[in-house]
């Protein structure tokens, strides 16, 4: 896959605070990348380096082989071949949908003829007939969406931005536009640079996920490698291996609990290799009431309905708290075991 950008040891600061530290970064043609992080870390001032919205203080930007940013020059965002979709849209409200999607072109000053015919092939990809003569405020969210994306690809940029763009949705549209991202970027090739903290929203629409912590890439991988392998107790946490257990001891691949001892994935320690933190996931426990392989005794607190499931927090001999997902209600101070997918069960040195 041919490199269109490249992110060079960036780093920048607000006054005193630094807020990237060193990023570096590959984007392939085609390829979608997505940034999770938790609030703060330093998404959107990344994306925005990259839009050349804000100047870095360090390091370079280099688009399709051209440094585009770099501590000496920041160019400007309308010469850099870039299109952004904002969360709240920013669709102009007295425009029409047809003025707001050609506006690109008409600042590019596209002769009449072939605006129509980019017009039409938007309105087609991203099902919009029947809308372009409406106001923005004539359209449902989801609408609005697709026409904020279709004003992005019209001028065929090398690269789209999207900041966070369906936090503004409710749950439901958000699951069907991210299916329809994800499908629509994918068949026309567009090299698309994501921003999120949705992790279900980066895994649906990436090929490579981004974890940034603090100003610093913690992991860069596939959706799949980072969901079954997060390398750090910060990725793990955010990818939904939200128990925790701490003061662990670790013998090989074997941690011991109080008087249960565990089998974990094998992993490599840093720190104190003597005592670990365990985490994993709800859906990686199952509820028995016989003692199985890999398996921790617990006592119910209390069950709590999610519709689809119970959510069941449990207390372990030793004091900790965690939760599984079950499909039957388990009273409280019922006696029973949890046992853990070894191959699910992460070790952090501590
Ligand atoms: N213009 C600014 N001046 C001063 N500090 C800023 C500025 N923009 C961002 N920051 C600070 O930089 C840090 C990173 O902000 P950034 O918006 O990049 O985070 P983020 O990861 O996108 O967060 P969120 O998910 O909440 O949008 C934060 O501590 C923020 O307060």
């Known amino acids: 896959m041919k490199t269109l950008m490249e992110l060079n040891n960036i780093q920048k600061s607000f006054g005193k605070t630094k807020v990237l530290t060193g990023v570096n ?6 390829e979608i990348v997505s940034v999770l992080g938790p609030s703060g870390c330093g998404k959107s001032t990344l994306l925005k380096i990259i839009a050349g919205i804000l100047p870095l203080d360090d390091g370079t930007v280099t688009l399709d082989g051209a440094v585009v940013s770099s501590s000496k020059q920041t160019l400007a965002t309308e010469k850099r071949n870039i299109n952004m979709v904002f969360q709240n849209f920013a669709l102009w409200p007295h425009m029409k949908v047809r003025d707001n999607i050609l506006f690109g072109l008409k600042i590019k000053k596209l002769d009449a003829k072939e605006m129509e015919t980019r ?22 969210g989801g609408q ?37 991202m994800a499908y629509l970027f ?22 490579k996920i981004v974890v940034m912590n603090n100003g610093v890439i913690e992991q860069m991988d596939t959706p799949m490698d980072c969901y079954t392998n997060p390398k750090t107790q910060m990725v793990a946490g955010l990818l939904g291996a939200s128990n925790t257990i701490k003061g662990a001891k670790i ?41 199985e392989d890999n398996a921790l005794s617990v006592t ?28 039957e209600m388990i009273a409280p101070n019922t006696n029973g075991y949890v046992s853990i997918d070894a191959n699910q069960l992460y070790a952090y040195g501590q």
């Open 144 to 180: 609005q969406q697709r026409i904020a994306i279709a004003r992005a690809l019209i001028t065929k940029p090398k690269v789209v931005l999207l900041d966070e763009p369906l936090c503004n949705l409710d749950i439901q549209l958000r699951i069907e536009m991210r299916t329809e």
């Open 25 to 30: 970064l590959t984007i392939g043609e085609g």
């Open 251 to 291: 013998n090989g691949n074997t941690a011991t609990i109080g008087s249960d001892t565990l089998s974990v994935r094998p992993f490599q320690v840093d720190g104190d290799t003597n005592t670990v933190t365990l985490r994993f996931r709800p859906e990686a426990c199952r509820w028995t009431t016989t003692k």
């Open 186 to 207: 994918r068949s026309i090739g567009t090299t698309v640079f994501h921003v999120t903290h949705d992790p279900s929203e980066a895994f649906a629409m990436a090929d």
């Open 300 to 327: 119910v607190l209390l069950s709590t309905f999610e519709g689809n499931c119970y959510r069941i927090k449990l207390q372990t001999a030793s004091g900790d708290e965690f939760c599984i997902l079950g499909q």
């Open 119 to 140: 017009l039409q092939e938007v309105v087609n990809l991203l099902h919009l007939d029947g809308l372009i003569d409406r106001y923005p405020a004539e359209l449902s």
